[in-house]
């Protein structure tokens, strides 16, 4: 079979994919906190939720993403040209990501890094879906779909982990250190 034609067959299904999720601009942790009780910067217990107790708490297009796979349109997150330094969570449990320092400008379209934040942060599943090798990678505490990583990203891991920018929560580094020195005058 030509392979022109297994590429013009799959285009409108793979465009189609792209298409439906768009940013809240309401989306943010605080909201996140607010509606789930799973949401937190500290626990790294996993969290164990069925579909349908996640739909009840998360916005409609993080639930897309998050748990049914989906994909944002390209160049629509607000983290796709975002140069803060501070710390990317997952926008459904609130589990640590990525370093902003990791962040790099890639030009796919979607927000690029090149290093989770930990070995456990990220999990890693074949995807083969729409007849496309891919690697998909889930928040490590809560499965949630992320995006993909592909081997063409910068040195020093050669990796470039496109990430749907509706499934991230971001935190200054400033604001972090704060809440953390605040943590611990309360422990005194």
Not at 22 to 31: F, I, M, R
Not at 56 to 72: F, I, N, Q, S
Not at 147 to 162: A, I
Request: charged share 25%; with cysteine.
């Amino acid at each position: 079979m030509n392979i022109r034609l297994i590429i013009v067959a799959l285009l409108p299904m793979i465009l189609g994919q792209c298409g439906f999720s768009q940013p809240s601009k309401e989306t943010s942790s605080n909201t996140m906190e607010n509606k789930n009780k799973e949401y937190s910067h500290t626990d790294a217990s996993k969290v164990n939720l069925s579909d349908e107790e996640w739909k009840k708490v998360l916005p409609e297009d993080v639930y897309y993403v998050a748990r049914m796979k989906g994909t944002e349109r390209p160049w629509t997150s607000k983290f796709e040209n975002f140069h803060e330094i501070g710390t990317f969570y997952c926008a459904v449990c609130g589990n640590a990501l990525f370093r902003s320092d990791t962040k790099f400008e890639s030009g796919c379209g979607w927000p690029s890094f090149y290093e989770p934040i930990s070995k456990s942060s990220i999990i890693y599943a074949t995807d083969n879906t729409l007849g496309m090798e891919r690697t998909e990678v889930m928040c490590g505490r809560c499965k949630s779909h992320l995006g993909h990583v592909f081997k063409d990203g910068p040195p020093p891991t050669g990796l470039r982990y496109c990430i749907n920018g509706v499934v991230l929560d971001f935190e200054k580094a400033a604001a972090a250190e704060k809440k953390y020195k605040e943590q611990q005058g309360d422990k005194k």
